[in-house]
Antibody
Framework: QVTLKESGPVLVKPTETLTLTCTVS??????????VSWIRQPPGKALEWLAH???????SYSTSLKSRLTISKDTSKSQVVLTMTNMDPVDTATYYC?????????????????????WGQGTMVTVSS | ETTLTQSPAFMSATPGDKVNISCKAS??????MNWYQQKPGEAAIFIIQ???TLVPGISPRFSGSGYGTDFTLTINNIESEDAAYYFC???????????FGQGTKLEIK
């Protein structure tokens, strides 16, 4: 069974750096057809894609947040880490990680072109002094 | 970057109804549109891939249509368990980036 679980602080202060960890199970971060993405959703607002990373260490970041984000992975620990610097109250949100499945077939023969096929339940982060 | 306009933001339906949720892309994205369902406190569920393909295990009451810039998620014969937040997601390939629609909260009366 594939699962992703987000973990990190519940509360951070303005200007601090947020570090979030996505721990995955049921698949390997070395799988060439899979990656992990981070997404967030402020209360009452839309989802926002933040960043992703693939097995070959290819990374991509949201244009608007690129200067503040760093994504990395530790394959041996099955973890993907996202850091966001200079946190502000507007960054208060539920943060999710999701597996990206890229041009891959599952055991039943179903083809995934490019999909966030499995999501974590999310972790709520509040930014307040 | 492609932007998505999803509508309506909120809708209410009665069991047995048919509902349509729209997602419009700011430029032609072929069929690179996926749809998801999310219930409070739960992980999002992948329901439609590449605009029209139902994900295995998802009820056939769900269907997707569209190509290019206009896409629709249709739920037939609404059931109480369909009450959820639905959102669309598209990807740009070069560079690879993702954009979400604003989401639709579906209430069942």
């Amino acid at each position: 069974q594939v699962t992703l679980k987000e973990s990190g602080p519940v509360l951070v202060k303005p200007t601090e750096t947020l570090t979030l960890t996505c721990t995955v199970s049921g698949f390997s971060l070395s799988n060439a057809r899979m990656g992990v993405s981070w997404i967030r959703q402020p209360p009452g607002k839309a989802l926002e894609w933040l960043a992703h990373i693939f097995s070959n260490d290819e990374k991509s970041y949201s244009t608007s947040l690129k200067s503040r984000l760093t994504i990395s992975k530790d394959t041996s620990k099955s973890q993907v880490v996202l850091t966001m610097t200079n946190m502000d109250p507007v960054d208060t949100a539920t943060y999710y990680c999701a597996r990206i499945r890229l041009r891959d077939y599952d055991s039943s023969g179903y083809y995934y072109e490019n999909a966030f096929d499995i999501w974590g339940q999310g972790t709520m982060v509040t930014v307040s002094s | 970057e492609t932007t998505l306009t999803q509508s309506p933001a909120f809708m209410s339906a009665t069991p047995g109804d048919k509902v349509n949720i729209s997602c419009k892309a700011s430029q032609d994205i072929d069929d690179d549109m996926n749809w998801y369902q999310q219930k409070p406190g739960e992980a999002a569920i992948f329901i439609i891939q590449e605009a029209t393909t139902l994900v295995p295990g998802i009820s056939p009451r769900f269907s997707g249509s569209g190509y290019g810039t206009d896409f629709t998620l249709t739920i037939n014969n609404i059931e109480s368990e369909d009450a959820a937040y639905y959102f669309c997601l598209q990807h740009d390939n070069f560079p690879l980036m993702y954009t979400f629609g604003q989401g639709t909260k579906l209430e069942i009366k």
